[in-house]
């Protein structure tokens, strides 16, 4: 006899459905589990028999094959071992068939029976999203399952447990939490005392979602700034928390609940390029920085220190807002719409070459140094300002607080995704409309386009700078509340690009 179950694997940040099939027939008493399975599944017929004989049931004196479907996706992991049991049990008419054909069910098996928790449940309760499935997880995971709305999904603690739920014996058990949680107080931005013109472009930064880059020697208050960025940040909205909620959850990270406050990633400058932008090792999807940092804000302290290799990786991931990854035996896409933020000291010493500085640096040190941020990348940022050392009178200046600063971002950010709804696209910000629609549909008044043209034909601007500028000129505007840019905003947001840096192109 042949019976049906239902499962998931996760295959980068999404789940894919794999239908398990048992069949037992005559023959020598062995488990054969068929469908490029790897060795943590291959495992599972010892953990699976034990389960199910600690469980009180009865293990087929026969011949049982299990086939994973489809047989061309690599199956990985110990989440299949639950629903190979539910197979097995249904095939040996143990439990209705039925009840087990119409069931997707999640969950690593003890030795014991008990089942338990698997990464990746909130990915699987949106596979079967509209589909007449029951989900199934283990109990300590059935609050992340439950986020997904439309989807009935129910906790199991044990194989007796998930085998008496199939019987209709028994109910699962419900979320133990309602699926919010309280985050933390932000940092406040008013503990950042004097650098006006870096508060003002993170306001920018968070207004329209834009790359922001910060020199300055150490102890100025980088750090502290792009710390203070996701703060400004208006919290996620349901559709968007639960694609951040569904990330975490897939790369085994425990979200406690839908994930309100923005991502912040800040990966030690020693991270290697799989750490940062992900990749695939072994036929599996493996998450990267760049992804955990999808809708928030991905943080490079130390930016230079970083290699030239895993900083130019992030080039195509800043302009489509995805990583592509190919490899010989797996390729996929993953999110990474991210805002970057960049801190790096002015030279290897961190001293500078100010009037009062002591840099100890040789010229070649500093061209090396700052040949780490190549010009691509930093072509791709649009703000890059310069932070000096505060005054003793901007010390015992306080600046506004988060609070104030969030309100203004707030309104902005209504404003431009106001206007993208009207052009039928379901941009959020600003940094992600294409400058092709900027120039055409959207452009500036004619004073700022006359700038804007006047600096592209003197080559302070390549055409990608244009774009940028015209993108920030955008956010610019919305933080006044103005129809359009005008030269003003223009002007202000080519001085927002430039900021002086040795590196600004």
């Known amino acids: 006899m042949v019976a049906r ?29 068929v469908g490029l399975a790897d060795t943590a599944v291959s495992e599972s017929r010892d953990r699976v028999r034990a ?6 049931f009865e293990w087929p004196r026969t011949r049982v094959t299990v086939a994973l479907l489809p047989a061309s996706l690599p199956k990985r992991g110990s989440s299949l071992d639950a629903a190979i049991a539910v197979a097995i049990l249904a095939a040996s008419q143990q439990l209705p068939e039925a009840a087990a ?7 690593e098996l003890g030795l014991d029976g008990r089942i338990h928790p698997v990464a990746g449940g909130i990915a699987a309760a949106l596979a079967v999203q509209g589909r007449a499935v029951r989900l199934l ?106 694609e951040v909620t569904a990330i975490q959850s897939a790369a085994g990270l425990d979200p406690r609940g839908l994930v309100r406050r923005v991502p912040f990633q800040a990966p030690h400058h020693s991270a290697s390029m799989t750490a940062i932008v992900g990749g695939g090792q072994g036929g599996r999807l493996r998450i990267g920085a760049a992804t955990l940092a999808h809708r928030g804000v991905l943080f490079l302290d130390e930016a230079p220190e970083f290699a030239r290799s895993v900083l130019d990786a992030l080039r195509q991931p800043l302009e489509s807002g995805e990583v592509r990854i190919a490899r010989a035996d797996i390729s996929g896409v993953l999110p990474a719409r991210f805002a970057l933020v960049i801190a790096a000291n002015p030279c290897p010493c961190g001293k500078g070459l100010g009037m009062d500085a002591a840099c100890v640096c040789s010229p070649m040190e500093r061209r090396r140094y700052a040949a780490k941020m190549s010009g691509p990348l930093m072509d791709r940022v649009d703000l890059r300002v310069s932070l000096e050392k505060p005054s003793l009178a901007q010390i015992g200046d306080a600046g506004e607080s988060t609070a104030v600063v969030a309100d203004r971002v707030a309104e902005a950010r209504v404003r431009a995704a106001t206007r993208w709804a ?12 294409p400058g092709s629609v900027l120039r ?12 804007l043209r006047s600096a592209f034909a003197r080559g302070s601007l390549s055409m990608r700078g244009a774009d940028r500028v015209l993108r920030v000129a955008w956010t610019l505007a919305d933080l006044d509340a103005a129809a359009q840019p005008g030269a003003d905003h223009v002007a202000g947001a080519m001085v927002l690009r430039g900021g002086g840096l040795a590196w600004a192109s």
């Open 5 to 33: 179950c239902r499962t998931a694997v996760i295959v980068g940040v999404a789940a894919r459905i794999v239908d398990v099939e048992a069949d037992v027939s005559s023959g020598l008493p062995g488990l054969t589990i």
């Open 51 to 56: 389960a199910i004989e600690h469980s009180g």
């Open 101 to 107: 054909a119409g069931s997707c069910v999640l969950g």
């Open 137 to 242: 997880v283990p109990a300590a995971g059935v609050g992340e399952a439950t986020l997904v709305p439309g989807v009935d999904a129910g906790g199991v603690r044990d194989l007796s447990h998930l085998v008496r739920v199939l019987r209709g014996e028994a109910e699962p058990e419900g979320a133990a939490r309602d699926g919010l949680v309280s985050a933390p107080h932000p940092p406040d931005l008013a503990d950042v005392r004097g650098q006006s013109e870096a508060r003002r472009a993170l306001e920018v930064a968070a207004a329209g979602g834009h790359h922001l880059a910060m020199i300055g020697v150490p102890g100025v208050g980088k750090t502290l700034l792009a710390e203070r960025l996701p703060g400004l940040i208006p919290p996620l909205d349901d559709a968007t928390a639960l």
């Open 422 to 433: 009207s052009e039928g696209v379901d941009w959020r910000v600003n940094a992600e409309a």
């Open 440 to 451: 055409d549909r959207r452009p500036p008044d004619e004073a700022g386009a006359r700038l």
